[in-house]
Every structure is written in structure tokens, then in C-alpha cells.
């Protein structure tokens, strides 16, 4: 369930990227923005191509403004996804790289957390990191999620989820096309101990969120609307 929309339009990944910092955190490095004195906390879990990406770590810079300690783990270990290496594709990547791993990964990632004295934390994941929020949820190790044009999901991961979740879709998505988001939708409006919001974006791609060109005023406005969306979510539901 990995296609062409999730190699489209790869960052130019930079390693000095952002007004945080990167640190060692519960077994990974991790770009690191806001204030340690906030007791509430926002887990950003990026695409395929990793925690290096500006435009993830210019979200996690405006989460962070508002008030949440705000951590981007490098689940890759260094290895994000390269489109151009035509003998590693996606499906090959996957294979080292797979979202269980992911969501095991931050466990440790979790507690390190609490262990600064936060005492909320929300999640939010790009595609591949949508599933990894999603085994989130299950285990009720945050206290709301946020999906962005997701990947990997399906139907019972939705029927799952044991917390408040936002998932923010795209129009022109082949990975979590509208008919699948409409299903997604009417499971939670099932689950109405659950609170849930799903929006269907219009006129934009797998990935809008932050694999958007930062030249292109129109891209930019759509991708702000969505991070808009899910910050108003995270400042209700992680407090």
C-alpha cells in the first residue's frame, strides 16, 4: 500500500533546518523545539523521508510558539527514504523501516518524555507516521491524535483508537483515497466516546502538509489551514 504519492516531491533535507535543537531522546536523536518548562507535549512523526525535512521542522518551530514541547524523532536511524537510490525502492526501504517498529521505537521515546515533567502529550503523523500515531491511540500512550494524509491505516486500526482523533485528508489521494476517509468517519461517528474530526481537503495531493513548495503562495495557504487544524486540536485535547 506504498505508491508513487509517497516519493513525490521530496525535501531537500537539511540537518541545520529549524530554531531548535537535536538531542538524544529515549534511544533516538530528535529535533527538539519549545520550552522545557511546558508540561505538555506534541510528538510530530514524519514521512518517509525523515526528521531533517524544513518545512516538518518549521511545523514543529510554529507548535512549539504556542506553547507545547514539541519532539521529531529520527525513527530512521539516519536512513530516511532516498528517491533517488533506484536500487533501494520504497518497498524495499519499508522492510527495514516498518511503522510497528516505529510505534516500539516510541515507547522509550514516550517515557524520556514524562520524565521532563510532562504530563500531556499528543501525536500528530504524515503519512507513514499516521500508522505509528494510530498504534498510539490503541494503547492509549497519548492523550489525542492527528492524522495527515495517512498512510498504511485501515479500517480496524480506526475502530482501535481509544483517543481524540483529527484526520486531515486529502481530495487527490491514491494511499487514503476520500471513499476511505468517508469509512473512517462513519467508524468514529460509531464510537462517539471517541471524539473525532475528519475533513477531506480540497484540491490538494497526498502530502500537502509538508511537502509543499514554499514558493507557491497557494500551497503554502493550504498546508497552513491544516496545521491550523491540527494545533486547534492538540490545544483542546492535550492539556
Known amino acids: 500500500m506504498s505508491g508513487p504519492q509517497c516519493c513525490e516531491n521530496p525535501p531537500a533535507l537539511n540537518p541545520g533546518s529549524g530554531s ?13 523545539s519549545g520550552s522545557t518548562d511546558s508540561k505538555l507535549c506534541v510528538i510530530l512523526i514524519s514521512d518517509v523521508f525523515g526528521y531533517e525535512a524544513p518545512n516538518l521542522r518549521a511545523l514543529a518551530d510554529k507548535v ?19 528517491a533517488s537510490n533506484q536500487e533501494r525502492p520504497i518497498t524495499v526501504w519499508l522492510k527495514d523501516h516498518g511503522a510497528d517498529k516505529g510505534f516500539e521505537d516510541t515507547k522509550p521515546v514516550v517515557e524520556a518524555i514524562k ?3 510532562i504530563t500531556a502529550i499528543g501525536a500528530s503523523g504524515m503519512c507513514w507516521g499516521a500508522k505509528v500515531v494510530v498504534e498510539l491511540s490503541k494503547q492509549e500512550l497519548i492523550q489525542a491524535a492527528v492524522l495527515l494524509h495517512p498512510s498504511f491505516v485501515s479500517v480496524d486500526d480506526i475502530k482501535g483508537g481509544k483517543v481524540p482523533i483529527a484526520i486531515l485528508g486529502a481530495e487527490i489521494d491514491q494511499l487514503s483515497p476520500p471513499a476511505l476517509l468517508k469509512q473512517f468517519e462513519e467508524i468514529l461517528a460509531s464510537k462517539p466516546e471517541v471524539n473525532s474530526y475528519v475533513k477531506i481537503h480540497p484540491k490538494v495531493a497526498h502530502g500537502w502538509t509538508v511537502r509543499y513548495k514554499t514558493d507557491d503562495p ?3 495557504k493550504a498546508a497552513e489551514e491544516a496545521h491550523k487544524e491540527m494545533l486547534d486540536w492538540f490545544v483542546t485535547y492535550v492539556k
Open 218 to 220: 497557494e500551497a503554502v
Open 64 to 82: 512549539a510558539a504556542s506553547g507545547f514541547y514539541v519532539v521529531v524523532p529520527d525513527y530512521f536511524y539516519g536512513d530516511p527514504f532516498d
Open 20 to 32: 531548535g535543537h537535536v538531542e538524544r531522546l529515549g534511544g533516538l536523536d530528535a529535533y527538539v
Open 115 to 117: 520524565s521532563k515533567g
